[in-house]
């Protein structure tokens, strides 16, 4: 399987460790494709011909382009790499706010999925949402479905639309679990803990709600029922989260962030 990666940053380079690491791809059959100086971390498995800094007929030999610029450099990108694309190529974006039917029109190619990818992608636990034009079939979407497990899990949707929900969710939930442990990890040094150790108790922490959630078939709320006894500590800690109309909080946050995706996508 031929891929190749335009745009090598921070989640261009995942996908080619990831690519390489499972080996969904060969170094000999991976291709590079950034102007600015390549990461060595990213090239050093990859044979040097396959680096390429100028738009190249080896664009053409590709069974997958993934597409992983900024969405601003899309347009100039397009009009240099259009003429070197034919009809059987599948072209996998993962650029924010630019649509499937944008990308298919300045590229004049049919087979287009456009995915929705998250930070933890760099340590293969990931979240990916993805979506496609009616131009591929399922072996084909398949195809591309064990790719981006490469990077982690997966969920398809046949509404685009919901690629602004995943964004919301997923793309930018990793914030908002950062917040919550940051603040938490603030207040413990408050209370005494030294800043090791409440990074450490707070990390666990949700390590370990995330397991428990994950390896049984109780709901959070079910979880938050077994923590929190009556009378308790847990129950005068989600008594004030309500009182302050946290769950208002963090669904109003999500929406703003769906708001955003909307717009950026217009």
């Known amino acids: 399987m031929r891929v190749l990666v335009i745009g090598v940053g921070n989640m261009g380079s995942t996908y080619v460790r990831c690519l390489l690491n499972s080996h969904f791809t060969s170094s000999e059959q991976l291709f590079l494709f950034d102007k600015k100086a390549l ?63 944008e990308i298919s029109n300045l590229l004049n190619v049919p087979k287009v999925v456009r995915a929705m990818p998250n930070l933890p992608a760099q340590i293969g636990m990931g979240m990916t949402v993805f979506s496609s034009a009616s131009g591929l079939d399922k072996s084909e979407l398949l195809t591309i479905q064990n790719l981006l497990n490469t990077t982690g899990k997966t969920i398809y949707v046949e509404n685009e639309e919901l690629l602004n929900v995943a964004t919301a969710i997923s793309g930018s939930g990793p914030a908002y679990v950062f917040y919550f442990m940051n603040e938490m990890i603030s207040k413990a040094m408050e209370l005494g803990f030294r800043k090791a150790e409440a990074e450490l108790m707070v990390t666990q922490t949700f390590l370990g709600a995330v397991h428990l959630l994950g390896n049984n078939d109780l709901s959070c709320s079910e979880w938050i029922a077994k923590v929190a006894s009556k009378g308790g500590t847990t129950e005068a800690a989600l008594k004030s989260f309500s009182e302050n109309t946290m769950h208002h909080s963090i669904s109003s946050g999500v929406q703003a962030a769906f708001n955003r995706a909307v717009e950026l996508g217009k």
């Not at 610029?69 to 899309?74: A, E, G, L, N």
Request: proline share 8%.
């Open 39 to 101: 990461p060595s971390q990213a090239i050093k498995h990859v044979s040097p011909q396959n680096v390429l800094t100028e738009p190249s007929k080896e664009i053409s030999t590709a069974d997958i382009i993934m597409l992983a610029v900024k969405p601003q450099d899309f347009a100039e990108l397009s009009a240099q790499i259009a003429p070197f694309l034919n009809s059987n190529q599948i072209v996998l974006s993962i650029m924010a706010g630019v649509k499937i039917a």
